[in-house]
């Protein structure tokens, strides 16, 4: 059986990883509590989050049916 968790976990995460990527190339500052984010962080924030994307979604295409 295929799982709507693994769906819905592997989408958001290619959303979060596609975010990450748009605010790297963008070089979109982020401040919280008076303290800047570095833009750098994103990239490897969207390597990560895509990674995690795609490793979901072929653990679930390769489940059993």
Same mark, same amino acid.
């Given at each position: 059986?295929?799982?709507? #968790? =693994? *769906?819905?976990?592997?989408?958001? *995460?290619?959303?979060?990883? @596609? =975010?990450?990527? @748009? $605010?790297?190339?963008?070089? !979109?500052? @982020?401040?919280?509590?008076?303290?800047? @984010?570095?833009?750098?962080? %994103? /990239?490897?924030?969207? !390597?990560?989050? =895509?990674? /995690?994307? #795609?490793? /979901?979604?072929?653990? $679930?295409?390769? %489940?059993?049916?």
């Amino acid at each position: 059986m295929k799982s709507p #968790a =693994a *769906l819905t976990s592997s989408l958001f *995460l290619a959303l979060i990883s @596609i =975010a990450q990527l @748009i $605010r790297f190339l963008l070089g !979109v500052e @982020i401040l919280i509590n008076g303290y800047t @984010i570095p833009v750098f962080l %994103s /990239l490897p924030a969207f !390597v990560f989050a =895509a990674t /995690l994307a #795609a490793w /979901l979604w072929m653990e $679930r295409k390769n %489940s059993a049916a």
